[in-house]
């Protein structure tokens, strides 16, 4: 009974920069960690970087270094800035949040084309 809210995605130029936000309500306090996934046309979903509430991190090797995951617990809210965007970065994005079970968000599109 959790609820994940994304923002944040959009069309931008290889080496750009992005933000995407996710806004978890409902059952918050079950919440043990968090994290964004993406899934490109004919590829399997795939980690991208997660969180856990004591602010351990772990990112995929192919964004180690230009994605930063970060979380404000005043705003229930995780964020992941994305910067020197490539073309192979573009995928719905989706926020998951980890209870007892998996919750997942509605998916934001990240699209990096000139």
């Known amino acids: 009974q959790v609820q994940l809210v994304e923002s944040g995605g959009g069309l931008v130029q290889p080496g750009g920069s992005l933000r995407l936000s996710c806004v978890a309500s409902?059952?918050?306090?079950?919440?043990?960690?968090m994290g964004w996934y993406r899934q490109a046309p004919g590829k399997q979903r795939e980690l991208v970087a997660a969180?856990?509430?004591?602010?351990?991190?772990t990112y995929a090797d192919s964004v180690k270094g230009r994605f930063t995951i970060s979380r404000d617990g005043a705003k229930n809210t995780v964020y992941l800035q994305m910067n020197s965007l490539k073309p192979e970065d573009t995928a719905v994005y989706y926020c998951?949040?980890?209870?007892?079970?998996?919750?997942w968000g509605q998916g934001t599109q990240v699209t990096v084309s000139s």
């Open positions: 409902g059952s918050i306090f079950n919440i043990n960690s």
């Open positions: 969180i856990t509430m004591s602010g351990m991190t």
């Open positions: 998951n949040a980890r209870s007892k079970n998996y919750y």
